[in-house]
Every structure is written in structure tokens, then in C-alpha cells.
């Protein structure tokens, strides 16, 4: 029978003729190398609060990497030969009688100059990144384009810092107020930019000459039993990276090491300001010229002259 010309024969599949699969690829098996270890050099250590390490100051402002503690100042270079001097000898040396426990901020500065300084603060303790220091010195230089003045100091008080961890023997300023609060209110823009606190809204200009730690317990009663604590900011203590010394610090066990006390007797201020605020304003003292603005960051403090523009 003859076969159709347009049939489709169809063979079955000859298994000699089938290509073979691949054999499935083997897995690698990872191999893992330890790193080396970085060299001690490059290890930033993490500051570790200590307040043995700091006559039993503590942080107010926990540690944050890569935060630097800023504080905008004029400063009063005061000759050891000048009648203040020799008046705030007297004065440390007659409260270190009531207070045993105060430190001395300016007999204890460095011996080997022939002067020291007195501050009188701008701004509370601020907190910047790296990136805004740059921003913060420019605003601080514009803000010295101004004249120089004059400035002087009235009477003795007390004032406590913003956590009520120390007390200072301060000198209140009574000639140059006016122009101290301007270059608050002028700088107070560029801070609120930072979200940083500006000043006090009725500051007590102040430079202080001596302070103790506070017993907080008998503080927190006493400021919950009346007023509120008033402020004070001095020099601001710094570590390495520039962090202010902050109120929680972990390590309460070893500031109970240190003597506190509730605060200065007020008849220790009352005292000081019968037997010598009358030399503190008196020709004798007289008044101080203020030529210069200052900015710290960290360790470093640059200073801008008042140009008089």
C-alpha cells in the first residue's frame, strides 16, 4: 500500500540519541577571613565620666559623638598688680572662711602670666556639629563689628547653674549691661537657626570668682520650697572632644566622695557686700575697656577685636 505523499510519520524517541544534562554546579563554601584589628591610633576612645577627674563637677549634657560644646564670652584681662586683684584676694579668702569648699577661679589660674581672666558669658553652654563650627566663628566676627566700651562691676552675689550641681561667688556688672545685652539679643538669631537656648530674658551679667558643688538633695528641696534657682554660666569644662561635664553622669557614688553644701550662707553675701562693694565701684577699681569678643569650641577659643564699624 502506497504511503500518502503529504503523511507525517512520527518515530518514537531513540534514548541514544539524548544529550545528558549538566551535573548540578557544586556550592562554594564560604570562606571567612578575620580582619585585621585596627591600630590603637585610630580607636577614638569614648569619654568615660569621671568626677574624680573633675573636683566633682558632673556632665549637664550627656555625651553625643561628633557634638562639640561652644560658649560665646568677653573677657577682662585683670593685671595681678591691680587694686581688683588684690580686692578679690581678700574677698575669696575671707568666704573660703565661711566655705571651705569653695575653689578659687582666679588666684588659681596660671602662675606664669602676670594676669588673669574674668568672663562674662553671652550665651548658656551650646551644643554644635562639626560642620556649624565654621557658621558659629563668622557669626561671632560679624557680631564684633562694633565699638569697644567700658565696663564695670557693682556688687557680690550668689548664683546657682541651671542643674543646680554648683554655686558661684560671683560679681555682678553694672556699666556696660546695656551692651552686653545688645550682643545677646544680636546673637540670639543664629542661635534659635541652631535650636539652641539663647541667653536669659533678663540676664544678671556676671564673672565668677569662685564656686563649690551643691548638694543636690537639700537644692532640689530648697528650690521646690521657693524660687526658682537663678542661673549662672562660667567657663564651660570640657573633655577632649569638647563636651561640657553633664548631671548624668553613672557615677554618683564617686561624687559623694567630694563635700557639698546647700549653697552660700546669705550672711556670707551680705558680709562681702557691707565690708567691700564700696572699693568694688570706687575709682580705685574703676571701670575695664572690653575690646574683644571670644568664641570657644572644644579646646579652642578665637578671639575677634570690636572694630568699631
Known sequence: MKRGVNAIVHYDSS?????PSPPPPKKRQAILV??????????????????????????????????WAAHVYVSINLNRSHALYSLLSSVITQASQSVPTLHNL???????KNYTELHISLTRPIFIRAHQKEDLRQAVKKLAQRSPFTLSFTSFAELHNDENTRTFLTMEVGAGHHELKKLCGDLEPFLQGLRQHSYYSSPRFHASIAWALLDQ??????TNA??????????PTTSSS????????????IRAQFD????????????????????????????????????????EIVLWPFSGV
Open 15 to 19: 534514548s541514544d540519541n539524548e544529550i
Open 34 to 67: 578575620p580582619l585585621p584589628s585596627l591600630s590603637p591610633n585610630l580607636v577614638v576612645p569614648t569619654p568615660v565620666d569621671n568626677p574624680a577627674l573633675h573636683q566633682g563637677r558632673i556632665r549637664t549634657t550627656p555625651h553625643v559623638d561628633g557634638n
Open 106 to 112: 582666679v588666684m588659681g589660674q596660671d602662675r606664669d
Open 217 to 222: 538633695v537639700l537644692t532640689s528641696a530648697k
Open 226 to 235: 521657693g524660687p526658682p534657682a537663678i542661673e549662672a554660666i562660667a567657663s
Open 242 to 253: 569638647g563636651d561640657q561635664m553633664t548631671a548624668s553622669s553613672p557615677e554618683p557614688q
Open 260 to 299: 557639698t553644701v546647700p549653697g552660700l550662707p546669705e550672711e556670707l553675701i551680705r558680709t562681702l557686700n557691707h565690708q567691700f562693694v564700696d572699693r568694688l565701684s570706687s575709682p580705685m577699681v574703676g571701670s575695664f575697656d572690653v575690646n574683644n569678643l571670644a568664641v570657644r569650641i572644644g579646646k
